[in-house]
């Protein structure tokens, strides 16, 4: 037989319920069922949707019972539940990196930062008096360094279970579609997430090796998270993954590159340096150029890229 929840449990998820319930939109109890679970408090739907009935009777929210699920928010008059530790600072933050991290957070984070997510909408709101602070969202953008492409189309179902592998090092079973459309099934084990431009790659090693390799996610047909954890191997780093080129078709191999590049074209390279040791020599119409760099397929696109401006490209061991 079950166990009744105490009072301080039934205040708690009375406080997770209040903070979620957002001002400008409804949410269903289904809906706040899969954010508080995501958040690991597990209660049944039937006691979330009490509780709602509950708080509409005690506090300023409305219930759109016009159909099912109802949807419940708060009323336009109300400011909400305050969170007073999340400060007009803390909201802009909030809000910035919902807009700009959220393909590299969990899912199930995500979900469970919903209800602060709406915090601070609300406390950026314009109609408030966080005006400042409100413009800066406006004020600030990530801007394409190259011709900008819109990001391939990826499953919600893949990525949630990519990402909720990947946070509980879980082992993963994809369907993957190479470049070349050859579908294959394997399990993996998922070590990382990496934005590059508008696509996302998972870097995981399939089972049986011990390399790794980067999927990309937009060509994973279907992903199932299994029950079976692993233990995270320590001598892999992300970043030293990306320092090694690996995501520009590199090997981590190390070079001395040398070339020379015509004058305009070449500017840039005396303010954002290709490495700590580069060398400049400067001539009439050009610069001569020489750094250490990973060599890759992406240093060639790199370089093809200016055409006749750049010429005598060496490379050494």
Same mark, same amino acid.
């Given at each position: 037989m079950a166990t009744r929840p105490n009072n301080l449990d039934t205040v708690k998820l009375t406080l997770e319920i209040l903070k979620r319930i957002p001002r400008n939109r409804v949410i269903s109890a289904p809906e706040l069922h899969q954010q508080l679970l995501a958040a690991g408090i597990d209660r049944s739907r039937r006691t979330i949707e009490r509780q709602l009935e509950?708080?509409?009777? %005690?506090?300023?929210?409305?219930?759109?019972?016009?159909?099912? &699920?109802?949807?419940?928010?708060?009323?336009?008059?109300? $400011?909400? #539940?305050? =969170?007073?530790?999340l400060t007009e600072q803390e909201s802009l933050l909030l809000a910035l990196a919902q807009q700009y991290l959220q393909n590299l957070l969990p899912a199930s984070v995500m979900k469970s930062m919903d209800g602060f997510f709406q915090q601070a909408r609300s406390n950026l709101d314009p109609y408030t008096?966080? $005006? =400042?602070?409100?413009?800066? =969202?406006?004020? @600030?953008? @990530?801007?394409?360094?190259?011709?900008?492409?819109?990001? &391939?189309?990826?499953?919600?179902?893949?990525?949630?279970?990519?990402? /909720?592998?990947?946070?509980?090092?879980?082992?993963?079973t994809v369907d993957y579609k190479n470049a070349a459309g050859k579908q294959s099934e394997r399990n993996v084990m998922p070590l990382g997430l990496a934005q590059q431009g508008p696509r996302l790659y998972l870097v995981c090693r399939y089972e049986g090796f011990d390399n790794e390799r980067s999927l990309a996610i937009h060509r994973?047909?279907?992903? /199932?998270?299994?029950?079976?954890?692993?233990?995270? &191997?320590?001598?892999f780093s992300l970043q030293k993954y990306d320092d090694d080129g690996r995501f520009g078709f590199g090997e981590g191999q190390?070079? $001395?590159?040398?070339?020379?590049?015509?004058? &305009?074209?070449?500017?840039?390279? =005396?303010?954002?340096?290709?490495?700590?040791?580069? $060398?400049v020599v400067e001539h009439d119409d050009y610069y001569?150029?020489?750094?250490? @760099?990973?060599?890759?397929?992406?240093?060639?696109?790199? #370089?093809?890229?200016?055409?006749? %401006? @750049?010429w005598d490209v060496k490379k050494n061991s």
């Open positions: 509950a708080l509409v009777d %005690q506090f300023d929210i409305e219930c759109d019972s016009r159909s099912k &699920p109802y949807g419940y928010r708060w009323k336009s008059h109300s $400011k909400g #539940l305050s =969170l007073p530790t008096n966080t $005006k =400042l602070e409100g413009e800066w =969202l406006a004020k @600030v953008r @990530v801007v394409n360094e190259s011709q900008p492409l819109l990001p &391939p189309a990826i499953s919600a179902d893949v990525f949630d279970a990519v990402s /909720t592998a990947l946070y509980q090092n879980h082992w993963l994973i047909t279907r992903a /199932t998270v299994s029950g079976i954890s692993f233990k995270r &191997p320590t001598e190390y070079i $001395k590159l040398s070339f020379c590049i015509a004058k &305009p074209a070449g500017q840039h390279l =005396l303010e954002t340096l290709l490495a700590k040791d580069q $060398k001569a150029i020489t750094a250490t @760099v990973i060599d890759s397929a992406r240093l060639d696109w790199w #370089l093809n890229g200016f055409g006749e %401006q @750049v």
